[in-house]
């Protein structure tokens, strides 16, 4: 099978794309034939040796839809997708290839109303964002501020405007805040640090957001500062060195909480249930991805350049 491998971390000059032997499924698992699958900036990073505890050599990839071609009778020719967890494209063979072996509770059913290239743009973001959700508590009513307007952030307006939270954006750009808004989203500028708060309730009735998730990893000290009694304040990045300096007295005053989102920490298996749950969201109505490029396999190293670059549209590979 085609497939893309790098053999070594550090530089996407180790990238290639190969002839590899097809991989042979064991008791309890399914060979899926990759329709389509999805580039993510961890994958990037992956190659470039920001993740300690990838081997070599190794297939990258995290997300993918397709069909089982082998594997247990009742799975044999269902569309599914699957991916994001746990050593997935780290320390076990990914996605980026024309074939996948994963464990046959590892898929979910792909989405009726998704494509296959439509699947394959949804699972890194959107499983974090249904994790920053679902651990910070954001329901019908919840008042919620997102930071950022990445594909993470914009998963998870997506998904809580479903739920029926309150949502708005809050980002660094004025053509951004006039691009959300186009689509019917409330979103403001940011401004300083200190004027988060304000500018939050403005947004809010004079009220302050219950939940603020940060994207960004450069808001987190102004969000703990803006987050109403009993809030909650969920994360998913940092600085390149980890560190933020904060008001613990204003945290512990005001009873908040911060919750960290990290997609690695759950097994396939467990993003597959997230996968079941997000897919019965798309059926339902959720409005479906668009806005993506896609490109074949065969192009693979330029997509992963084009990613490394900045490119600001999504990539799906198909093989």
């Known amino acids: 099978m085609q497939a893309l491998q790098f053999t070594a971390t550090g530089s996407l000059d180790t990238l290639q794309l ?25 994958d990037i990073k992956n190659v470039q040796g920001l993740f300690p505890y990838t081997t070599t050599p190794r297939i990258p990839g995290r997300d993918f839809a397709g069909v089982v071609v082998a594997g247990p009778d009742e799975l044999l020719g269902q569309a599914v997708w699957g991916g994001t967890g746990k050593g997935f ?13 994963v464990p046959a509770n590892a898929v979910a059913p792909l ?49 809580a405007q479903a739920r029926g939270a309150k949502v708005v954006m809050a980002v660094r750009r004025a053509d951004v805040v006039q691009s959300l808004q186009a689509q019917g989203i409330t979103a403001f500028k940011l401004s300083e640090e200190g ?24 808001w987190l000290a102004a969000a703990v500062n803006s987050v109403d009694t009993f809030g909650r304040v969920a994360i998913i990045a940092a600085p390149k060195d980890g560190l933020i ?25 467990d993003c597959a249930q997230m996968l079941t749950q997000i897919g019965a969201a798309f059926d339902a109505g959720l409005a479906v991805p668009s806005g993506f490029i896609e490109l074949p396999l065969a192009d693979a190293v330029a997509a992963y350049q084009q990613v490394s670059a900045g490119a600001s549209e999504k990539i799906v590979l198909i093989p």
């Open 18 to 42: 190969r002839q590899l032997p097809q991989p042979v499924p064991a008791a309890g698992e399914v060979l899926v034939e990759v329709r389509a699958t999805g580039v993510n900036p961890s």
């Open 111 to 159: 989405p009726k109303s998704l494509s296959f290239a439509q699947a394959a743009t949804c699972g890194v973001p959107f499983i974090t964002a249904w994790d920053a959700l679902e651990r910070s508590q954001v329901k019908a009513g919840t008042r919620l501020l997102i930071i950022g307007a990445g594909a993470v952030a914009k998963a998870a307006q997506v998904l």
């Open 89 to 101: 494209g780290f320390y076990q063979d990914g996605c980026h290839a024309q074939y996948v072996v």
């Open 245 to 269: 300096s904060l008001s613990s007295l204003n945290l512990y005053r005001r009873g908040g909480s911060i919750v960290g989102i990290n997609s690695l920490l759950y097994s396939l298996e």
């Open 195 to 218: 004027q988060l708060a304000e500018q939050a309730r403005e947004h809010f009735q004079q009220q302050a957001p219950e939940v603020i998730f940060e994207t960004t990893g450069f």
